[in-house]
Each structure stands twice: as C-alpha cells, then as structure tokens.
C-alpha cells in the first residue's frame, strides 16, 4: 500500500479552505455594502469555512515539508473538490440556490471557469452572492493552487509539484527559478488586468457592480454575467463588447508572454508560435463567420431585442469576432445566439469548443499548442514514411521537442476525445438528445458555458437532471485540470508503493 503524508494534504486543504473563507467574507463586505439582505448569512459561510481550514492546519502543524509528485496529483485533484463543496454555503444558507445538486454544480461551474448556470434569473440574486458567485471564477481561474504556492515560503512547504499538476497546459513557462516568484508575478498580471478592465468597462457605461463582476469573468474565461441577456444586454453599446473582446484575447493567450510585453521583450511575442497561430485562428475564424453572418442579411444576429448600431457590417464583424473569442478561448459570454445562425455555423462554433485557448492562459479547453503540435507531427509523419531511417523531431519555437511530449500530446488528445465521447454516450442515458448531449459533454469538458441544443446560448441548465449534473459537474472538473491529474487517481498503480 502506498505511503502517503496525509499531514501535508490535509495542511494544505485547510490552507485553500481559509483562502475561501476569506474570499466569502469578502463578498459579505460587498453584500452589506449595497444592503441585499443576505450579508448575515454569507458571513457566516465565510466564517466557518475559514474556521474549518485553520482547524484542519493546526492539527496537521507538524508535518514533512517536501510534498512528493502523487501528493501534489491528490491536493488539487481535491482541493477542487472541497472548495466545490464549501463554496456552495452562500448559495445554500442564503437561500439563492437552496438545493445542493443545483448550489454544487453553479460553484464547480465557478471554480472551474466554465460558466454554466442553473440559475432562471439571475438579476433577482442579491449582489453579495452574484459577487460570490464571480469569485469563484475569479480565483479558480488562474488556479487557488497556484495563489497558494506564493506563499509556501511561510509555511516551508515546496510547491513545484503543486504548480505543475495545476498550471494550464502542457508545459509550464516558468519566469523565474523560484516558482513561487512565478506563481506571484502571474497574479499579479491577472490582479493587473482585472482593475484595468473593471475602469474601462466603467468608464463606458457600466455600473461599477457590473464592471467587477465582468472583469473577473473574462479575466478567468468563466463567463457568468450579472444580466439575464449576458454581454447581449449591451448590445446597444458596442465599446462594452469591443472592451471585453480585447481583454478575452488576453485572458486567452499566455501570461507569461504578457510579462514578457511588460518587459518591453516584444520579439519573444512574435516568435511564439502558439501566440501566432491563436492570433490567426481568431482572425481566420472571425472573417468566416462575419461573411456568413452579413451576407444572410436576413438572418437575426440576436434573439435578445436590442438594436444593432453602427451599421450592419459592423454588427456582423463584432458579432462574429465577440463569438469566435468566447469559444476559443472557453469564456461563455453571449452576445448572440449563433445556434440560429445556419447549420454550418452550428457546426463550425462547434468545432471550435475542442480548440481551447493558449497553454498557460487560463482558458480550457484542448490548448492550440497541442493543436499545433499533433499538425506538425501529422505532417512529419509523411516524411518519415518516405524516410523510414531519418530522425525527424517535431520543432516548436525554433527547438526540438523530446518525443515523450509528443507522445503525451497524443496520449492527451485520444483521451480527451474518448471523453468526450463517453460523456455524450452519458448524457443520453438521460433520455437528452444527441445534439444536446454532444453539446454538454464538449462544453462541459472544455469548459465553455453554452452548449448546443436544448442548452444552447439563451438556455441554461437548469433542465439539467440531478444526476447529469453530477456527470456534467465531474466532466468540467477533468477538463480544468487537463485529465491526467484528476483520472490518474483511478488507476490502480498510482496507489501501489512502486
């Protein structure tokens, strides 16, 4: 039987469970400062989720302070699973979302990025619990593990297996030696763009509410809105979406390189080849969908009544171009439903939910990374037949690449396909239709909101059964955190000592 140090877990568990309690408490500051009602109960799921955490730390004070590979692997896998479960107090003791299965699954959509909701009207949830409800997009989107490990230091515990089972991607861009020097560099990147975006977004015409709220959204690439009608409900005033569009790109592209920008090192920028081929995915795909879109004149770009400005064309390229970033780069926001926009545009933002942003963004999804590097692999794989002795290596950004990354690369996508498709297989045990239940197994697995059919943009979930909530639940908690680090807790070798 394999030897774990169940001290340093639970320690750290009851590190992330302070952290949320400490975020609660927060939103119960929001919650009396606009006098919703409900700031009473919100700090009271504050306080005893904080007092949970620092009970849990005291009696496991005395422990090893190095966390080995399989330790990190259970520490995330269920440090995502416990903050699911006490992030759900808010809803539930303020009687928001009273039933545990709907308050569940709204906290892992949360912590997860994801975005869907169970929630018929949004606008009646006091502001405590809707800035709640944000936050936990908000710190679930760069990783609670990774905000964790800045401050390990203090406890003497090293990080770096943590920061690798969570880091978006398949390879983690370090800044700098100290990891948790990187891991403090990134947050305050993200810190940076979220107050940037929430004073752009209030200067062109939201409420201050509004704009925080949405920020920490696009910033995670979570997409719950405050509004019914989402980003649609700005339709009005297209500057709001052409803010949030900017600041989705990115949310969607790696952080390290927006470090690097900050740095003035422009040319690492333009020589990476991910960022040059998401920048040509968004632009590709974005022209596709604005032609379509204007030249069926007829077709209704929104089922939400509000005015289009600044001509038609305009209209079909922000359109096109706001509903092309959401889905690549998994945030969910809704400007539009696209699900009446011909079959052929079903089908292409279909596709478009297995492409995923960048690694190291904090979108979900497969990552254009992999993408690009399974089609130079395919392409290679060409030349290897006709040179069967030759040693071909995939390069990526100018360096060879070890082929066990390719193997793993490949090993990912066959997984995450066979997810897919057994999710969907899952979701019609329900008695959901095919294009729903593909629909929710792609958005859930990526980690996307807005799924296809009977769960489409202008629908929720709340049609959802109990236990396909639980299934969809679980599918988002994989996606996010890559597959292997959750699903290798159910092979049997991970618990044998060698």
């Avoid at 330790?71 to 003791?93: A, D």
């Avoid at 890559?482 to 060698?498: A, K, S, Y």
Wanted: charge should be positive.
């Amino acid at each position: 039987m394999l030897k774990l140090n169940f001290k340093i877990i639970f320690h750290f568990l009851g590190l992330l469970l302070v952290f949320n309690g400490g975020f609660m408490l927060l939103s119960g500051i929001v919650s009396f400062i606009y006098k919703d009602g409900v700031t009473l109960p919100i700090c009271l799921a504050g306080l005893l989720t904080s007092v949970v955490g620092l009970v849990i730390m005291l009696l496991t004070r005395t422990h090893k302070k190095e966390i080995n590979k399989r330790e990190g692997y259970i520490v995330v896998t269920f440090g995502w699973i416990i903050m699911s479960l006490f992030g759900t107090l808010p809803y539930v003791l303020t009687d928001s979302i009273p039933n545990f299965t709907n308050a569940f699954f709204e906290t892992m959509s949360g912590y997860t990025t994801t975005g869907a909701s169970i929630l018929n009207d949004i606008e009646i949830i006091p502001k405590g619990v809707l800035f709640w409800r944000s936050t936990t997009h908000w710190i679930g989107g760069m990783g609670i593990i990774v905000l964790a490990i800045a401050i390990l230091p203090l406890l003497g515990i090293g990080g770096m297996q943590l920061f690798a089972a969570e880091a978006p991607g398949p390879s983690g861009d370090k800044l700098h030696p100290r990891i948790t020097d990187t891991a403090k560099r990134l947050w305050l990147i993200y810190f940076g763009y979220t107050i940037t975006e929430t004073l752009f977004l209030n200067l062109a015409g939201m409420s201050f509410f509004d704009a925080i709220n949405h920020s920490m959204a696009t910033l995670s690439t979570g997409g719950f809105s405050t509004k019914n009608a989402s980003v649609a409900y700005w339709n009005d005033q297209p500057i709001i979406q052409y803010i949030i569009i900017l600041f989705m790109f990115l949310a969607g592209s790696n952080f390290v390189l927006s470090y690097f920008a900050f740095k003035g090192k422009v040319q690492k920028i333009i020589n990476d080849e991910e960022f040059k081929l998401y920048f040509k995915f968004v632009v590709v795909f974005t022209i596709i969908a604005a032609l379509i879109i204007y030249f069926k004149s007829n077709m209704s770009i929104s089922s939400i009544s509000h005015p289009m400005v600044w001509g038609e064309g305009e209209s079909a390229f922000r359109h096109a171009l706001f509903q092309v970033l959401t889905v690549i780069t998994t945030t969910g926001f809704i400007s539009a439903d696209y699900t009446l926009w011909t079959p052929f545009l079903v089908v292409f933002f279909f596709g478009l939910m297995f492409l995923g942003g960048s690694a190291g963004s904090t979108a979900g999804g497969v990552k254009v990374v992999r993408h690009l590097i399974l089609i130079k692999n395919g392409f290679l794989e060409f030349k290897r037949t006709l040179h069967p002795n030759a040693i071909v290596p995939v390069r990526y950004n100018k360096k060879a690449i070890n082929r066990f990354i390719v193997f793993n690369i490949l090993a990912f996508f066959i997984l995450y396909m066979l997810s897919f498709i057994v999710g969907a297989l899952v979701f019609s045990m329900f008695q959901i239709d095919f294009q729903s239940s593909v629909g929710l197994s792609a958005s859930s697995l990526g980690n996307i909101g807005p799924a296809l059919g009977n769960f489409g943009p202008v629908n929720n979930y709340s049609a959802l059964p109990p236990l396909a909530q639980w299934w969809a639940s679980f599918l988002m908690l994989i996606g996010r955190l890559e597959l292997f680090t959750v699903l290798i807790l159910f092979t049997p070798f991970f618990w044998r000592n060698r």
